[in-house]
T-cell receptor, first 118, second 118 residues
Framework: AQKVTQAQTEISVVEKEDVTLDCVYETRDTTYYLFWYKQPPSGELVFLIRRNSFDEQNEISGRYSWNFQKSTSSFNFTITASQVVDSAVYFCALSLRAGGTSYGKLTFGQGTILTVHP | GAVVSQHPSRVICKSGTSVKIECRSLDFQATTMFWYRQFPKQSLMLMAT?????????EQGVEKDKFLINHASLTLSTLTVTSAHPEDSSFYIC??????????????FGPGTRLTVL
């Protein structure tokens, strides 16, 4: 069975601080996909990034960056120079590659509530 | 592209009534749709997976007769909460996969439906 752990339940920072959200996953499969989603107060999930298990390259997108390390089964997310608009719940998730046209189920972590204070 | 809508966005009903929630893929054909439930300050829990034209597969602990899922077409899935009770109050989110681009690893999420049962 798959498992995703986000050990940080809540993080509070002041604007312009950098913040890293941790994500550790467990799976026995060698082919899998990792995701980060943002859920603002409106409730709608916003897709941030997808990584497959064969691509360990770190990625940077504006103020966001992701560090994928298979050796430690971690997929951490860093926001640089945080802003108030970054306040939201962030979820890390894992999906296995299913066969044929079937979709793998997403397993979500518990979520990290990020609050950025002005 | 890959837009998923849900209707209604918010519903309040009396205990004992049934409520139907629609999930539509607006610009792609969704061979698979997922239904999630999210309690306040908690993560998303998968309720069921439905493939177009076949019966839904429910997760352990989810009552099939309570949460009726129909996926009659490639663009529409419905979740009916039958004889709703206050404990069914939650945020229900659907996701769809099966984009014609063949991105079998990705789900596209709807904006969610907040159900309140009085």
């Amino acid at each position: 069975a798959q498992k995703v752990t986000q050990a940080q339940t809540e993080i509070s920072v002041v604007e312009k601080e950098d913040v890293t959200l941790d994500c550790v996953y467990e799976t026995r499969d060698t082919t899998y996909y990792l995701f980060w989603y943002k859920q603002p107060p409106s409730g709608e999930l916003v897709f941030l990034i997808r990584r497959n298990s064969f691509d360990e390259q770190n990625e940077i997108s504006g103020r966001y960056s992701w560090n994928f390390q298979k050796s430690t089964s971690s997929f951490n997310f860093t926001i640089t120079a945080s802003q108030v608009v970054d306040s939201a719940v962030y979820f890390c998730a894992l999906s296995l590659r299913a066969g044929g046209t079937s979709y793998g189920k997403l397993t979500f972590g518990q979520g990290t509530i990020l609050t950025v204070h002005p | 592209g890959a837009v998923v809508s849900q209707h209604p966005s918010r519903v309040i009903c009396k205990s004992g009534t049934s409520v139907k929630i629609e999930c539509r893929s607006l610009d792609f054909q969704a061979t698979t749709m997922f239904w999630y439930r999210q309690f306040p300050k908690q993560s998303l829990m998968l309720m069921a997976t439905s493939n177009e034209g076949s019966k839904a597969t429910y997760e352990q602990g989810v009552e099939k007769d309570k949460f009726l899922i129909n996926h009659a077409s490639l663009t529409l899935s419905t979740l009916t909460v039958t004889s709703a009770h206050p404990e069914d109050s939650s945020f229900y989110i659907c996701s769809a996969g099966g984009s014609t681009s063949g991105r079998f690893y990705e789900q596209f999420f709807g904006p969610g439906t907040r159900l309140t049962v009085l």
